[in-house]
């Protein structure tokens, strides 16, 4: 139960019970409403030494024993339902008066028992304003009192009746969420007005001093938290109890004071108090006393109500950007939805990934990581109609929620929220450059539930992150299809390992001047007892992205050594190529396992050359240029796979510690073919010259190719035309007889 709940169900509660002309008809209003509140099986009114009002199972008579239960007990015996949890709360007035709910489910809260004693409050005050009414009409019908007497009573009812109207006032601006300072304000000047406009005092503890402060004050003067009103306060929270003070004003008759003071109860805890002033030497009556309690009951439930609102915000918000949290989007999801299946509207929503953001966090630092994420948040909601919702529902994932809009709409948005992230941003005085990728999933091709919504688009964003920065992917139905069939293959991967699924093909790699084969690379291959061969293309990239090729690559990696290791017996100078990913060569363990791997077959370091890909170097280069420097350090060669399709920068590869760069086959094939792709393969090969680096043609398939590819300068060459990948037991015999082409 939050309190926000709650003070609304006490504004409920007190409308309920003092609505009705009868006291009956009250006790049953308060019943009713009570077991509905605290979602109880029982509730009982005990008033006056009798059970008023009861609400059980099945009409079932009420229990022995209620009458002079006690406020701290805890548990009811209840016939049929067995012992249930119980609280019960006094109607002060009436020593034997009490509210008394119980239930099976669970204990009640702090709060709860809060919100009882405020119930069973305002049930004694609605009966005893009943009461006096009922009193005065006998009385008035009878003829029998003076007219003093008549007009004392109805004054005592006209009190009554502003109490809880008053306090209806209270509990409805705290349910509107008023600012706290009107509400207490409120408080004070309605206990000032019906305490015959005393002077009232709101006493709080004082957060920085750690003593206590007067935070409102209602009242004809003003007389603010004087030591006199702060003493009184001070008593009354230290006794938990209404306690009066008084100053006779060194007998002066006129400088005679009297403070009477309640205290401000919030979740068990004397915490403040409300401390009133009489202005006669007579103190208060009970009565009075009554009300100043009653007041400070308010008091108590405004700044319960507070306290918790904050701390839900907090809950709820992101601090960095001040955005609704993943939380809260998902609530607000649900809420969007319902509402949409009543008007049969679409609720489409966009999930944003930012390019790259881990870099620039690394990069410039925290600070300005946040900084970075607030002006992104303020980009995309730029963006957006005044109506839309967006949210930080991860560290570098927004949501943005659109009620009673499709696809197109989300797809249109989504297009305008990465051309805003895609502006530079000045973050600490640098220029920033961002990328963002979306998901976009509309309700009418997902699904009406929150949550498979928040997936769709978690899925479609997945593919958008994957296709590159600034993709937009709109869910569709078989893209679930897909990942159920990925998942099944990466479970499945995940064991092929310990099950020998996987092993090592060679691949030769030759020196084209000499046609004699100087080396291979390892390529692994993967035969699935169903599927029969996956290909690498397919399984490598799940390794991937699921960290499972640390694994994979480690055992790849000693596979190799091992057999290459092997051949050396018989073939001494063979060399291995072994194709690496961008999650091993930033595994920080990496260099130390590339050297167990050697060691532990007594390979030596120059016989391996690791291959990496330009884009994942390019990735993030500085990190690369230093892990390729570990590498390096242990005297293993370098190459770069694929050469020419991704997008190193020269600055960049003079930078990185390479040995040889392989030009991918499309260049190999296309050279024969185009121009363009032989201007493209002539300049990889005097590149290659330029900066001393070994160069390999990958892909050779015919003879043209291959004339064209010595003619051009390449050392090496692989390709169907001059050996396919192999079984390891192929390999020796394939080097003593190659099949040599001149
Ligand atoms: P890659 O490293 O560029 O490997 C060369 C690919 O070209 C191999 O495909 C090979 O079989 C194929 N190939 C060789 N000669 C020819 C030819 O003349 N014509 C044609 N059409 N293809 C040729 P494969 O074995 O399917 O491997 C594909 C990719 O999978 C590899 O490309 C590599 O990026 C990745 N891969 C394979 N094994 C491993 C591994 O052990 N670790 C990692 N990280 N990636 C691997
Ligand atoms: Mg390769
Ligand atoms: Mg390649």
Redesign the pocket.
């Known amino acids: 139960m939050t309190p926000h709940s709650s003070t609304q169900q006490l504004t409920e509660y007190i409308s309920a019970v003092s609505a009705p002309a009868d006291e009956t008809s009250a006790v049953d209003a308060a019943v009713r409403c009570a077991l509905a509140t605290f979602s109880a099986e029982v509730c009982a009114a005990v008033v006056e030494q009798a059970v008023r009002g009861y609400l059980g199972p099945d009409n079932s008579p009420p229990p022995l024993g209620l009458v002079g239960v006690q406020t701290g007990a805890t548990s009811l015996a209840v016939d049929g339902l067995g012992t249930l949890h119980a609280a019960v709360a006094h109607t002060d007035k009436d020593p034997h008066g009490a509210l008394i709910v119980a239930r099976e489910q669970r204990p009640f809260s702090a709060d709860e028992h809060d919100l009882l004693s405020a119930m069973a409050r305002a049930l004694g005050l609605a009966l005893r304003g009943l009461r006096t009414l009922a009193t005065g009409r006998t009385m008035l019908a009878a003829h029998e009192r003076d007219s003093d007497e008549r007009l004392r009573l109805l004054s005592a009812l006209g009190t009554r009746q502003r109490l809880l109207e008053t306090v209806l006032n209270i509990q409805r601006s705290i349910s509107n969420r008023k600012p706290l300072q009107e509400i207490l304000d409120t408080v004070t000047a309605s206990a000032a007005s019906l305490l015959d406009r005393a002077a009232v005092t709101l006493v709080l503890p004082d957060s920085g001093s750690g003593g206590l402060r007067p935070a409102s004050y209602g009242g004809p003067s003003e007389r603010i938290g004087d030591s006199l009103v702060l003493a009184a306060a001070a008593d009354s929270i230290e006794a938990s109890c209404v306690v009066a003070r008084t100053d006779d004003g060194g007998g002066d008759a006129d400088r005679y004071r009297s403070i009477v003071a309640a205290p401000v109860v919030i979740r068990g805890v004397a915490a403040g108090s409300l401390a009133a002033e009489t202005g006669n030497s007579h103190g208060y009556a009970v009565e009075q006393r009554e009300l100043l309690t009653a007041f400070a009951q308010q008091v108590s439930l405004a700044l319960t109500e507070a306290k918790t609102a904050d701390a839900m915000h907090e809950a709820q918000h992101d601090t960095v950007t001040g955005l609704p949290n993943r939380a809260l989007f998902l609530e607000r999801l649900s809420h969007a939805i319902e509402a949409g299946n009543k008007r049969v509207a679409d609720v489409t929503i966009l999930l944003i990934d930012l390019h790259r953001f881990k870099a620039i966090n690394d990069s410039l630092g925290h600070k300005a990581g946040d900084a970075v994420l607030a002006a992104v948040a303020k980009r995309i909601s730029a963006n957006l109609r005044s109506g839309d919702v967006v949210a930080r529902v991860g560290g570098d994932e927004f949501g943005v929620l659109l009620e009673g809009a499709g696809g197109v709409v989300g797809a249109r948005a989504a297009r305008s929220i990465i051309d805003a992230i895609r502006e530079p941003l000045r973050i600490s005085g640098r220029s920033v450059c961002l990328s963002a990728c979306i998901g976009v999933a509309a309700s009418c091709t997902s699904s009406a539930d929150s949550g498979d919504l928040f997936n769709s688009a978690d899925l479609a964003m997945n593919r958008a992150v994957m296709a590159g920065p600034g993709r937009i992917e709109i869910y569709e139905p078989h893209m679930h299809a897909e990942i159920r069939e990925r998942i099944n293959l990466l479970d499945d991967l995940q064991t092929a390992l310990a099950r020998t699924e996987l092993r090592l093909q060679y ?1 030769p790699l030759v020196d084209l001047e000499t046609g004699r084969p100087v080396g291979v ?4 291959r993967w035969r699935h007892p169903q599927r029969g061969e996956v ?3 397919t399984f ?1 990239p799940l390794a991937e992205e699921t960290g499972l ?1 640390l694994d994979l ?1 480690l055992w ?1 990696l000693r596979e190799g050594c091992r057999q290459v290791a092997e051949w050396r017996d018989v073939l001494p100078d063979i060399r291995l190529n ?4 961008a999650r091993q060569v930033l595994d920080p363990d990496f260099a130390t396992g590339v050297a167990q791997a050697l060691a532990d077959v007594g390979l030596p370091s120059p016989t391996l050359t690791l ?1 990496l890909t330009e884009t994942m170097l390019m990735g993030d280069p500085e990190q690369a240029v230093v892990r390729l420097g570990q590498l390096k350090s242990l005297g293993v060669h370098l190459s770069i ?2 050469f020419g399709t991704g997008y190193s920068s020269l600055s960049y590869l003079q930078q990185f510690p390479v040995d040889q760069i392989k030009i991918d ?1 499309t260049f190999v094939s296309g050279a024969t073919t185009s121009e363009n792709q032989l201007a493209v393969a002539r300049t990889v090969m005097d590149l290659g010259r330029t900066l001393r680096l070994e160069t390999v043609a ?4 015919d003879d043209q190719q291959l004339q064209l590819l010595r003619d051009l300068g390449c050392d090496l060459g ?4 001059l050996a396919r ?1 192999m079984e390891a037991a192929a390999v020796p015999d394939y080097f003593r007889h190659p099949v040599t082409r001149r």
């Open positions: 691949q690379e390892a390529l692994a290909s690498p293309a490598i090729i690559g790849i072994i194709n690496v990913s291959e796979d694929d086959q990958e892909g050779i398939e692989q390709g169907f035309l990948p």
